[in-house]
C-alpha cells in the first residue's frame, strides 16, 4: 500500500463537526470530482474533491456523499453511494471500493450503489427544508469548468425550486483551517518526504545541470517513498527565471554563478506540504548572494514570531512589509528617505517582494479558510518571503510550513536545512 492507513474516526470527527453547523432539518449532497480529458481518448489522473475526502476520505469518481442529521430513520442520516464494479470495470480499470471496504474506510454505516442515487434523492429530499450543495469559493479560484458538483446543483434546483438552498462551502472552511492531529501526521509524513528530496538535491546539482534534472530527481526521490509526487507544479527558476513568481517551465540550464530557486514539495496521503529553498548553483554564495539571502531568513524568522493567534491576515502582512523594507534599504535597494516617503501601499518594497507571506495549506496546498480570520491555534500556515532583483537576475525565496500553537509555532520543516552555511557544507560533501 503506497500510504499509510488514514484513521476513519478522522472522517466521523469531521462529519461530527459539520453536523453542528447544519440548519434544523437539513441535507447535504457532495459529489466527487470528474475525471477530466485530454484529447482522443486519454484522461487526467483523478484527483479527489478536497470536502468529498474530508469527509469520507474516499479517493474514487463517482462517489456521492449525503448527510441528514434529522431523518425519521437512522440509518437514512449518513449515506455514501459509490460504483458497483462491473466485469468491464474489473478488467480495464481494476476493482472499486465493496460495500464493506467502504464502510471501513468511511466509518458510515449504510453504503449504496450510486446507480441507485437518482431514486433515494427523491426519496430524501421531499422530507427537507435546507439543502447544502458544494460550490469552489476560494478566493483566488478561476472557475471555467463545469464540475459535476455544478451540474448538480443544477438539475438539483430545477427538480426542486422551493427548497431553501445553503452554501456548504463557508461550512467547510471553517471547518477544515483547524488540522486534526491525523491531519498533522499525514502533513508531517509529506514535509518528510520533501526533506529527503531537497537532501538528495544538495549533491546534486552543480553547473550544467538542467532545471528539469533537478526535478526528475526529486520525482524520483517523491515516488519511491510513497508520494504521488509533486504537490503542486514544481517551480524551479535559476538565474533570472527565480524573478518569475509562477515559472513552471523548468527548461533552463543552471549556470555557474547563478542561484537556483525551487518551490517543490511532496504531497501524501491527500495532504500537502511546500517548501522552498534557493541554493547557489555551484555550492558557494557570493557575498551580494549571501546577503539577500540573509535578509530572506530573518524576515522568514521574524514572520514566524508574528504569526501568532489573535494576529489577522491583514495586519500580519503589513508588519512582514515593514521587516521586508528595513532589510531591502539594508541591501542598498531603496534608501531610507525614499522608504520613508513611500506611500501606505508601499510600492518601493512591493517591487522587490510583491506577494504574500503565507497561506493556510492542508488538502489542498492553497486550503480554504474563511477570509480575514485571525490566526488561531491548529492552523497550517507556509511562511515563505522572497526578495527579487530582476535587474540583477537574482531571486530569493525561502518558504517552511508551520502549525500554529499556544505558546510557540511547530515548524513542520524545521529539520530541513536552511542555514546558508549549512547549505554550502552539504552541497561541497564529497565535491
Known amino acids: 500500500m503506497r500510504y499509510d492507513p488514514i484513521d476513519p474516526q478522522l472522517f466521523v470527527r469531521n462529519r461530527a463537526r459539520l453536523r453542528k453547523l447544519l440548519k434544523p432539518n437539513s441535507i447535504v449532497i457532495v459529489h ?129 425550486p422551493l427548497h431553501h438552498y445553503e452554501r456548504l462551502a463557508p ?51 517523491f515516488l519511491r517513498r510513497g508520494s504521488r509526487g509533486f504537490a503542486y507544479n514544481p517551480i524551479i527558476g535559476s538565474g533570472k527565471n527565480a524573478c518569475v513568481l509562477h515559472y513552471i517551465e523548468n527548461d533552463s540550464v543552471c549556470e555557474d554563478g547563478q542561484m537556483v530557486l525551487m518551490d517543490v514539495a511532496a504531497e501524501y496521503g491527500g495532504w500537502a506540504s511546500d517548501m522552498t529553498r534557493t ?48 532589510e531591502l534599504v539594508n541591501l542598498g535597494l531603496i534608501s531610507a528617505k525614499e522608504a520613508k516617503e513611500q506611500g501606505k501601499d508601499k510600492p518601493l518594497v512591493k517591487k522587490y517582494f510583491m506577494h504574500g507571506t503565507s497561506h493556510h495549506m492542508g488538502l489542498d496546498v492553497h486550503d480554504v479558510a474563511p477570509p480575514h480570520e485571525p490566526f488561531a491555534e491548529g492552523m497550517v500556515f507556509t511562511i515563505e518571503p522572497g526578495i527579487y532583483i530582476r535587474e540583477e537576475g537574482l531571486g530569493v525565496r525561502l518558504e517552511n510550513d508551520v502549525v500554529i500553537g499556544a505558546d510557540l509555532n511547530f515548524d513542520l520543516m524545521g529539520n530541513i536545512p536552511i542555514e546558508a552555511d549549512e547549505i554550502e557544507e552539504l552541497m561541497n560533501a564529497g565535491r
Not at 483566488?140 to 451540474?151: F, G, L, P, Q, Y
Not at 546577503?291 to 508588519?319: F, H, M, W
Open 32 to 160: 466527487s470530482n470528474d475525471i477530466f480529458p485530454t484529447n482522443a481518448d486519454g484522461v487526467m489522473p483523478h484527483k479527489q474533491n478536497a470536502d468529498l475526502f474530508y469527509l469520507t476520505g474516499v479517493d474514487q469518481e463517482n462517489t456521492v456523499l449525503v448527510l441528514m442529521p434529522d431523518a425519521g430513520d437512522e440509518r437514512e442520516r449518513e449515506i455514501l453511494f459509490v460504483t458497483e464494479t462491473s466485469e468491464h470495470i474489473a478488467v480495464w480499470d481494476g476493482e472499486k471500493l465493496t460495500k464493506e471496504q467502504a464502510k471501513e474506510r468511511t466509518g458510515i454505516e449504510r453504503v449504496e450503489w450510486v446507480e441507485g442515487f437518482e431514486g433515494w434523492l427523491h426519496r430524501l429530499i421531499p422530507q427537507v427544508d435546507h439543502i447544502y450543495l458544494a460550490t469552489n469559493e476560494h478566493l483566488r479560484a478561476a472557475v471555467v469548468v463545469e464540475t459535476a458538483n455544478d451540474r448538480f446543483i443544477k438539475k438539483c434546483k430545477a427538480r426542486y
Open 171 to 221: 461550512l467547510m472552511h471553517r471547518l477544515r483551517m483547524i488540522k486534526d492531529q491525523e491531519e498533522l501526521k499525514f502533513i508531517q509524513k509529506a514535509c518528510d518526504i520533501t526533506e529527503a528530496g531537497f537532501r538528495r538535491l544538495l549533491g546534486f546539482i552543480k553547473p550544467g545541470v538542467g532545471e528539469w534534472e533537478i526535478e526528475a530527481e526529486l520525482m524520483h526521490e
Open 279 to 326: 541554493v547557489p548553483v555551484n555550492g558557494r554564495f557570493t557575498e551580494r548572494q549571501r546577503a539577500v539571502y540573509d535578509s530572506v531568513l530573518r524576515v522568514l524568522r521574524a514572520a514566524n514570531e508574528i504569526l501568532r493567534p489573535g494576529n489577522t491576515p491583514i495586519e500580519y502582512q503589513k508588519q512582514v512589509v515593514e521587516l521586508m523594507e528595513a
